[in-house]
């Protein structure tokens, strides 16, 4: 075991304990439990959401990636990054104008219908689970690097801190954990890219150089076709990923920890910036992965590439001082998916549904807490199943979930005068069922060769991305269930549009 390293979880851990203990005492009421109370500055949420964002995916999956394929890796950081245009023109003000807790809020302040957050609620909670499995099965890998423990034990580790910091500090010590996790994460990052740099001597057209030999992959390093063979996968990838985010349920609850719609749209402005700088870093990662730790010593998935780099750089100290920090990366993420899976539960589906709307505060405390613990484990048993899977792909795939179950239902709600409940049942049930449906079918789930994927067989649809099918599927199906059905939705869309626009209640 590597005790320095150990030393360095054990602090981080601490950390995070302490940050929600004293959350624990400011967080008595579900406003609090849910949204911090919307007490967050712009640049805090910024931070958070930065946080929030720059998950196991972005450290270890794209590092990962980029130095196993080249080009095609750096998809990933290019397709997470405009993503944000994407969040920032259409979605963060309208959200937080017309919302409260979730998603589902802003929905239902146009149609107040129990089915519409009955199913957006099953869309977020399925979502975070997806997103979740990402986080723990990085979480799993380097635990084991690390500290020898087995894969198991590791997310076991991490699934139990995870549900202590939403149980008992709710979105304050969510928001805190991820801002600290975000100064640390920027930290390292760059420190590891400006090691890198230095060793190609400041020089890009050095570095570019050097890493058309550097790999088996030779000139092709550095040219598209080295993962995604098929254009069309590639396509339904970058779909995905660019509108995927604007769908991700911790993202959207982080737009309801501000007190306005102007400050939630500076959070996004000061999250871009963050979130840009980092997928820049990432080049380097990758770049420095390939180089220096060499493809045959990486994981077969490549999500160790990036502790291997900061060892080879720096020895066991900044090894162990980035696994440190990818590891509080993983417990900030997973306690937002968590907090957004239990507050769509609780929220949506306890109170608005079965209790309609007559829960009492401790009542749907209780039901949230519940519901995070039942998350936690649904999403461990799962992660158990997914060990050889690189992590920014299983996230791609929660994108794509995303971007097809909620995102036509959002930008329907708040700009299309036609749309009604019945659209809005069944563009949330077939985006999020085909999805599905379309990567159980997938080569991530089937492959000819044991080991390749999860079961041996042949792949029913061929590409590793269902976006560029589900997305449309999720926006037809709205059209469709608006135009056949008979009710008529609409008396309440130049409120909503006023509202959504302005955050006036009532149009003049």
């Not at 590793?464 to 869309?493: C, E, H, M, Q």
Request: aromatic content about 12%; proline content about 3%.
């Amino acid at each position: 075991m590597n005790v320095t390293a150990f030393l360095l979880f054990l602090a981080i851990v601490i950390l995070t304990l302490i940050i929600t203990y004293y959350a624990s005492k400011r967080t008595n009421t579900t406003s609090e439990f849910y949204t911090a109370g919307g007490g967050l500055t712009g640049w805090q949420n910024g931070l958070a959401i930065a946080g929030d964002y720059m998950s196991a995916a972005s450290f270890l999956g794209i590092a990962g990636m980029i130095a196993l394929s080249g080009f095609d890796g750096f998809f990933y950081s290019i397709g997470f990054l405009v993503a944000y245009l994407v969040v920032l023109y259409l979605v963060a003000e309208p959200l937080r104008n017309l919302g409260k807790y979730t998603m589902a809020d802003m929905i239902a302040a146009r149609f107040n219908n129990k089915q519409i957050r009955g199913v957006a609620a099953l869309n977020s909670v399925a979502i975070s689970i997806f997103y979740m499995i990402a986080q723990l099965v990085g979480a799993g890998a380097l635990i084991k690097l690390l500290l020898g423990l087995e894969y198991t034990t590791s997310v076991l580790i991490v699934g139990a801190l995870m549900t202590v910091y939403v149980v008992f500090g709710g979105m304050t010590a969510t928001s805190w954990v991820q801002i600290v996790k975000a100064v640390l994460l920027m930290a390292g990052t760059f420190i590891i890219s400006l090691m890198v740099f230095a060793k190609f001597g400041f020089s890009f057209t050095a570095m570019f150089e050097h890493m058309q030999t550097a790999t088996p992959l030779g000139e092709k390093f550095l040219h598209p076709g080295n993962k995604f063979k098929d254009g069309l996968d590639t396509i339904s990838l970058n779909l995905a990923l660019v509108l995927g985010t604007a769908g991700l349920p911790h993202i959207l609850i982080r737009f309801f920890t501000v007190k306005d719609a102007p400050t939630a749209r500076k959070s996004v402005v000061y999250a871009t910036w963050i979130i840009g700088i980092f997928y820049v870093m990432t080049i380097f990662l990758g770049f420095g992965a390939a180089a220096f730790v060499g493809q045959d010593n990486m994981d077969p998935a490549g999500n160790m590439g990036a502790p291997l780099l900061a060892q080879y750089l720096g020895g066991n100290f900044l090894f162990a001082f980035v696994s440190a920090v990818a590891f509080a990366t993983i417990l900030a993420v997973v306690a937002g998916l968590v907090l957004s899976a239990a507050s769509a539960f609780a929220h949506d589906f306890y109170s608005h549904v079965i209790r309609q709307g007559k829960a009492s505060e401790r009542e749907q405390m209780l039901a949230a807490k519940w519901a995070s613990v039942g998350v936690a484990v649904i999403s461990i048993l799962l992660a158990l199943f997914a060990q050889k899977l690189n992590v920014a792909f299983l996230v791609a795939l929660a994108f794509a979930v995303a971007a097809s179950a909620n995102l036509p239902v959002i930008i329907f709600t708040i700009y299309w005068r036609r749309f009604n409940t019945t659209g809005a049942v069944t563009g949330m049930l077939v985006g999020l069922f085909s999805s599905l449906i379309l990567v159980a079918l997938s080569p991530n789930v089937w492959h000819p060769e044991p080991g390749k994927a999860i079961l041996v067989g042949e792949a029913l649809f061929p590409l590793s991305n269902p976006g560029i099918v589900s997305i449309p599927l999720g926006f037809l199906a709205a059209w469709i269930g608006t135009y056949f059905s008979s009710s008529r939705d609409d008396a309440k869309f130049e409120e909503i549009l006023v509202k959504a626009n302005t955050g006036m209640k009532e149009t003049a």
